[in-house]
């Protein structure tokens, strides 16, 4: 069993940066590859950022740029810098636990809100 814990968000001005972060207990976290997604009222949750447990990273064209996925694994935490806020970055953010040699092992965190707003 896996449990995750996001904290950091928030509400923000357009433009401004927020950095959420992931706490991740149970197994092994280095073995984990971790991954960011979003979901806004009314819309399909969004995967907008993943890191493997090597170190690659992959975003959505929508953060890209703007976003940075890293993880410590001293720390057991991933995190989630995120710059240049937009009103349409606005969601509940969830982390992702999973490996993909083991379909099973996918797990998710209770979220975190960010708004973005004037």
């Known amino acids: 069993q896996v449990q995750l814990v996001e904290s950091g968000g928030g509400l923000v001005q357009p433009g401004g940066s927020l950095r959420l972060s992931c706490a991740a207990s149970?197994?092994?976290?280095?073995?984990?590859?971790m991954g960011w997604a979003r979901q806004a009222p009314g819309k399909q949750r969004e995967l907008v950022a993943t890191?493997?447990?090597?170190?690659?990273?992959n975003y959505a064209d929508s953060v890209k740029g703007r976003f940075t996925i890293s993880r410590d694994n001293d720390k057991n935490t991933v995190y989630l810098q995120m710059n240049s806020l937009k009103p349409e970055d606005t969601a509940v953010y969830y982390c992702?636990?999973?490996?993909?040699?083991?379909?099973?092992?996918?797990?998710w965190g209770p979220g975190t809100q960010v708004t973005v707003s004037s």
């Open positions: 890191i493997t447990s090597t170190g690659n990273t």
């Open positions: 992702n636990a999973n490996r993909p040699w083991n379909k099973s092992y996918n797990y």
């Open positions: 149970g197994r092994i976290f280095s073995n984990n590859d």
